[in-house]
Each structure stands twice: as structure tokens, then as C-alpha cells.
């Protein structure tokens, strides 16, 4: 309650100082008295610890002069952020309902009522009023951002493409990265009505948007692998190294899966030890020691892990080489090395495999959306001795 009681504080002084202007300036010292009244009764309510009177006291105070409104704009504002929504939308309700306000405070009004419901989560509510403001060409990027947000939040991803296109002309900063994931969602949702040609349609509106796109070459390349055409799912997989060298481990398995298919086992190999000599991390290092335990036993794929991992230390490549080891070890040598296996199991359990390069959220799985900040294409594989 102290703690409100400081916020409404700067509120009540501002009013104050208009108040006193007032009555020294104005000839209707009528109305400057009763306006100064208000404001000493509004502050008598806050030093003692009444402030949900107080509020009422200074939301009255706009009936008086409609100069005040900006004071109640902040004070609603002031509420939101606190987190004390309903108070936010009690004072900006109110003013909106006021005849006298002018057309600029109208709009700024509606633009904080919006805000309000997006906080309490009306969005339907927040959604009309943000659609008015785009009508009344006032406050466009701002009613634009908003809309794109509440349409993500909703999966309507055809009115956030006409949303996002919107906030790209009236502000001229680019969104096609977003837009691109937009269509993707929107060639997944095909995908899963395994409606391929619009998906296909859908997956080149995305890198028509933006040709960097790695998650539209992704998507690309799971509809061929679905259609059986591996040689063309190939091609959009290796588009990904290409495009983005740190999404790498997201295409291997994928890639050893069509190469098999496309009966050319040799080619993963072959691309394989191509990458090794320009990406560290370690899931194709891991991917090529597979096939050479394959083609040339446990002892030579033990080597090659061995030789590479004094090149490139990595906790899941030892991991790896000991979990081989101990299918050739006995006795007390295969206790130590399971008692070592145990514990690097037990660190790597705990241990996140993607992180979000805008905020820090960290997890196991991937998402092409950060479940923290909202941002698009923020989230990678972890890199380092514990990652990739």
C-alpha cells in the first residue's frame, strides 16, 4: 500500500502544480478553487492510505478540464505496469466515455485501453479496439505490432502475414523473416492435412519472403523425403548448411535417412567428412564415427573419436567413446569405465540442448519461436564442451 501511495504521489503533485496555474493564471477562480479543492481532497485521501478513493477523486477531476486527461493516461498506464489491470482499465474506460475529449485523446485512450485487455488477456476486446485505431489512421504501428501479436497468439497466421505486411509499409522496417515463418506454420498446417501442393505452395511464399529461411528448406525437405523424391529432399537439406552452418545438427539424421533411401550410402559419408573441415561442433563427428564403426569395426571408429575429440573436446563425444569402450573392456577396468560413464550420464541429463540467443530460455526440445521473449529464429543448438 506505501508502495502505491509513492506511485500516485508524482500523479497527485502534477495535478497540484495544474491547479495552482490555474488559480493564478484564470480568471474563473470559480472553477480554479473548485479544481484545487479536488486536488487537495484527492491528496488528503492518499496520506491516509485510501488510494482506490483517491483514484476516484482524480478521475472526476477530468470532468472538470479535459487538460487533465494526459495525467489519467499516465496514471492508467502507471496501474498496468504495476500489474493492477482492472484499475488501468477502470480510469481509461472512464475517460473514454467523456464527450469533451478531443479526437488526438480519443485515439490515445483506445490505444491504452488495448494495452489493458492485451495485459488481462481479453484479446477479442483488445483486437476491436486496436482495428478502430488502423480505421482512424491513428497510431498505426503501434495498432499494427499489436494485432500481429494477438494473431500469433491466436494462429490465424493469414490475417498475422496481412498484419505484418501492414506494420512493414507504415513503418518501412522490414518483417519478412517473420512473414516467412508464417507461411511455414501455415505449409506445417498442410503438411498435417497431408495437402502438399499447399504446403509446397506455402514453403515458396515463405523463402519468397525470405530466402534465408532455414526452417522453410526444413519443411522443404520433409516434403520431398514424404513424397519418396530423396534426391530433391537432399538438395533442400544441404540448403540448410548453407544458409545457417549452426542449424547443422538439425538436418543429419534426415540427410543419412535419404541418402540411404536414394541408394547412395556413400554420398552422407562423403559430405560428412567435407563439413568436418569447417564446422565444430560435434553431431557430424559423431554421425561419421556411425559409419566407420560400420564399414571398419569399433576399433577404428574408437581412433577416429579419439583423435578428434584432442581437436575438438566434447562431453557427449567422450560419452560416446566410452560407451564403445566398454563393449571391448572387463574386470576393473569396465567398473571405472561404467562408474565414468554413470557420471557423464548424470551431467548431460540436466543439461539444455537448444538456448534462446535473445533472452537465455534454455530446454531439450526446438522451437522455431522462443517460448520466453516471442522472438522468431532465436533459438539454436547449444554450442560448447556440454552442447554441440
Known sequence: MLELLWL????????????????????????????????????N??????????????????EIDTETVETHLALGSLFRRKGEVDRGIHIHQNLIARPALTRDQRMHTLLELGEDYMKAGLFDRAEDLFLELVEQNAYLPEAYERLMDIYQREQDWNKAIQASQSLQDVTGRSTNSVIAHFYCELGEEAMDSRDYPKAIRMIKKALSANKECVRANILQGQIYEQKNDFKSAIKAYKRVGEQDIEYLPEIIGALEECYQKSGNPQGIIAYLKDILGYYDGISPMLALAGHI???????????????????????RGLKWLIELSLKHSEGKAKNNLQILYGLISKVLEGKPVYKCNSCGFSGKAMHWQCPGCKTWSSIKPVKGVEGE
Open 45 to 62: 485521501y492518499l496520506l491516509n492510505e485510501q488510494p482506490d478513493k483517491a483514484i476516484e477523486v482524480f478521475i472526476k477531476m477530468a
Open 293 to 315: 564403426q560400420q564399414e571398419d569395426g569399433d576399433q577404428a571408429a574408437m581412433e577416429f573419436v579419439a583423435d578428434q575429440l584432442r581437436k575438438r573436446p566434447s562431453v
Open 8 to 43: 500516485l504521489l508524482p500523479v497527485a503533485a502534477g495535478s497540484g502544480w495544474y491547479a495552482a496555474r490555474r488559480s493564478m493564471n484564470n480568471a474563473a477562480t470559480n472553477c480554479g478553487a473548485k479544481f484545487s479543492s479536488a486536488y487537495f481532497k484527492g491528496l
